[in-house]
């Protein structure tokens, strides 16, 4: 397929919808998954409140949680098989062209490392669930399954070019038969972008080897926010540090935002999850890749994680004073979406808007 004329758009534009899927899985998600469920129902609520969120469900999810959603307005429901609850990565690229039509670009799925440092070994329908999806949506498909991608690994700007991370892309948990060059023009081509801007790292301890969604995205064009640490003997000091020189020698303009303060596991954390040989072993101590760049926006709003620390309101303002009050900031407390391994970002997918597709 000739994809020539279509585009990555920015995600700050207008959707056509947000897509969701909902946890269940117990050794990723405490207590049965309940905690984890009520932010999403936040998450969901908040977004219905201007756009559709297509809610894909398991038929392993909580049944309660399902009957909640049924009550909102502006929400749909759709059963298809997944491993677990992040949109962001297994669900396909949504580009689209100058004519309003939609295209998916579906790359492969090993649960960010497959064998070498993947976070679990069940993948399959997730790796699946793109093409499912498309299928039902009616939009068409292109796939690039034997390229490991997530959506989470990249950020577009809109006008061609793509921001990620080394210590992602180049992670031998991905494809590690492809150099940096060679990973370069594969993204070129699938997405139709002309630059792609490499920064050093990401997060300090991100399970996912450093997507580029927890450290820095496009705010407008050509303006990035960057998480920052003030704290000279932290990890994250020196890695945002060489991020923000890489992004200043590429020509961008860095707003910074601190990191949430003592995002660490705890014991109860820790002994509310049922744990087994499929995933990873998360113990009472771990230090947990908190970041407020983890947000997930749209033309109208800004969906922000909270921590109940000091910086939740640092990170507000930044935003806020940034966009004037042309997308509403809305702080939605995201600390079991974290402790699962990511954050609201990572749990959400957007559709680019357009007026020939109606859902």
């Not at 429901?77 to 579906?106: M, Q, S, T």
């Not at 935003?319 to 974290?338: A, C, H, R, V």
Request: aromatic share 12%; glycine share 6%; with cysteine.
């Amino acid at each position: 397929m000739d994809i020539s004329r279509y585009y990555f758009p920015f995600e700050g534009e207008k959707h056509l919808l947000t897509c969701i899927l909902l946890p269940f899985r117990e050794d990723t998600w405490r207590e049965h998954s309940l905690p984890a469920l009520e932010e999403y129902f936040n998450v969901i609520k908040a977004i219905s409140k201007h756009e559709k969120v297509l809610v894909i469900y398991s038929k392993k999810v909580n049944k309660q949680y399902l009957e909640k959603l049924k009550q909102l307005n502006n929400v749909i429901l759709k059963n298809i098989e997944y491993n677990d609850a992040w949109a962001r990565d297994n669900l396909p690229v949504f580009l689209k062209d100058d004519e309003d039509n939609l295209l998916g670009v579906d790359f492969g799925f090993n649960a960010w490392g497959g064998s070498y440092n993947g976070l679990y070994s069940n993948y399959q329908e997730d790796n699946s669930i793109g093409q499912k999806l498309l299928k039902e949506l009616n939009i068409p498909r292109i796939a690039y399954k034997d390229f490991i991608l997530e959506g989470g690994s990249i950020h577009s700007n809109g006008k061609g070019k793509l921001l990620t991370t080394k210590e992602c892309l180049l992670s031998l948990g991905r494809n590690p038969m492809l150099n940096q060059n060679q990973i370069t023009e594969r993204l070129k081509k699938a997405l139709n972008v002309n630059q792609v801007d490499y920064l050093t790292y990401g997060i300090y301890n991100d399970e996912t080897s450093g997507h580029v969604d927890n450290i820095a995205c496009f705010l407008d064009e050509s303006t990035i926010l960057l998480s920052t640490c003030l704290d000279k003997n932290d990890p994250q000091y020196e890695r945002s540090l060489l991020d923000e020189k890489e992004l200043i020698d590429y020509g961008y303009k860095v707003i910074k935002v601190p990191v949430p303060s003592n995002m660490y596991l705890s014991k109860t954390e820790e002994d509310g999850l049922i744990k087994n040989s499929l995933s990873i072993d998360r113990k009472q101590g771990r230090r947990l890749a908190g970041s407020y760049v983890n947000f997930y926006m749209s033309d109208k709003f800004i969906i922000l994680p909270k921590f109940n620390v000091e910086e939740d309101r640092i990170a507000y303002s930044i935003l806020n004073d940034f966009y004037k009050g042309k997308k509403e900031i809305i702080q939605i407390y995201s600390k079991e979406i974290l402790l699962g391994g990511g954050n609201i970002h990572c749990i959400t997918k957007q559709i680019p808007y357009s007026k020939k597709y109606k859902i």
